[in-house]
């Protein structure tokens, strides 16, 4: 199975992830192996980017929501942003050079409990923009760099669909070139 590695959204050290079937004896259908280490685990998948995975006797629902290279993983209460890292050039594309995201979307389906960010805010990386609540769980929703909040698209309250847009972003940059032509 190919390996790929991850590296957190914010900075840091790149991991080495692979996923591997097992036989399906002793009740295992994968093995995770995590910078050489490898785990038994049981991996159900229930739709696309969600499922159940049991980890040395404990079970962790999960919703991964992928965009390009970057993933939000929600497990065991998180939400990691993980980035791909390629060690080989990758073909240019039509998106090269592109900005970031510019939104912020929801890890996993739930209800938005509070919304921090309004439309023409400033944010530093890190800061709250939405909390939510699934499965008994909240989360807050942040981002790993600063920027500015273009327009809020969601609603205290509201029921969300994994990956729906809750935030529209701009960067810094384009906020600034806005302000100084406004």
Known sequence: MATIKLRPAAGGDATSVSLERADQKHGVSHYAVIDGKRQPVELELLGTGEGWLRVGGRVQPFFCHREGDQLQLWLAGRVHAVEIVHDTPQRAS?????????????????????????????????????????????????????????????????????????????????????????
């Open 94 to 182: 039509a998106e090269a050079g592109a900005p970031r995201s510019e939104v912020l979307t929801a890890p996993m389906p739930g209800a938005v409990l509070r919304v921090l960010a309004t439309a023409g805010k400033r944010f530093k990386a890190h800061e709250p923009l939405v909390i939510m609540e699934s499965m008994k769980m909240e989360l807050t929703l942040s981002l790993p760099h600063a920027g500015r909040v273009r327009k809020v698209a969601c609603e205290v309250g509201e029921l969300v669909e994994l990956g729906a847009v809750l935030v529209e972003l701009e960067e810094e940059a384009a906020a600034l070139a806005a302000a100084a032509h406004a």
